[in-house]
């Protein structure tokens, strides 16, 4: 059974800073692994999907990696702004179509 | 604007009554899905449509119903028999079920329910 987990839980930083979210998935036969953002009380909106055959996506100040043998994608955000503070969800589409989430990572970043 | 609709934003049940959550997107998608999100955690899937007149059990199927008799429409309701409904309901849509590039999956805002 495709198991996601995402850590840390929680992050703070400081305005300006890069960081980097991590996402780890224990089934390595996944078709894509999604990346997305929830404001409190929110929907989701989709940040970047990367499929099976990829490494990398990027959009403007993201970056999504994947590594399908060792179980584990990376969100890069870099120069994070105040307004990037929210929960960062990721999801791996496991072999039966069926995205499995993570817990999330909240972030808050000060300013 | 194109996108996803949930109604009420807010609702509250009574204990022993059947509740309905409404949900309908106008992206012209065949595929929905219904998710639940308790508080800290990631979403977990209740019931999900590939096409109308078609819905299968998700992960955590058990006290909820849904109907799928028209494309733009995948109303769940929450049953008696769900003991623990109280938890923030995600409806969402997607071209297709499946992995073709694309196939970005697009949700609503999202309804809360509590128990009373």
């Known amino acids: 059974k495709q198991e996601v987990t995402q850590i840390p839980a929680a992050l703070s930083v400081p305005e300006g800073e890069n960081l980097v979210l991590n996402c780890s998935f224990t089934?390595?036969?996944?078709?894509?692994l999604q990346w997305f953002r929830q404001d409190p009380g929110k929907g989701l909106t989709s940040l970047l999907l990367?499929?099976?055959?990829?490494r990398e996506q990027t959009s403007g100040r993201l970056n999504a990696s994947l590594d399908k043998s060792s179980g584990r994608s990376t969100l890069y955000i870099a120069a994070s702004q105040p307004g990037d503070s929210a929960t960062y969800l990721c999801?791996?589409?496991?072999?039966?179509?069926?995205?499995?989430f993570g817990s999330g990572t909240r972030l808050l970043v000060r300013p | 604007d194109g996108g996803i609709t949930q109604s009420p934003k807010y609702l509250f049940r009574k204990e022993g009554q059947n509740v309905t959550l409404s949900c309908e997107q106008n992206?012209?998608?065949?595929?929905m899905y219904w998710y639940r999100q308790d508080p800290g955690q990631g979403l977990r899937l209740i019931y999900y449509?590939?096409?109308?007149?078609?819905?299968q059990k998700g992960d955590i199927a058990e006290g909820y119903s849904v109907s799928r008799e028209k494309k733009e429409s995948f109303p769940l309701t929450v049953t008696s028999a769900q003991k623990n409904p109280t938890a923030f309901y995600l409806c969402?849509?997607?071209?297709?079920?499946?992995?073709?590039?694309?196939?970005?999956?697009?949700f609503g805002e999202g309804s809360w329910l509590t128990v009373v």
């Open positions: 969402a849509s997607s071209i297709e079920v499946g992995a073709s590039s694309g196939n970005t999956i697009y």
């Open positions: 089934d390595s036969a996944i078709y894509n």
């Open positions: 990367i499929q099976s055959s990829q």
């Open positions: 999801a791996a589409l496991d072999s039966s179509y069926k995205l499995i």
């Open positions: 992206l012209n998608h065949d595929a």
């Open positions: 449509s590939q096409i109308v007149n078609d819905f």
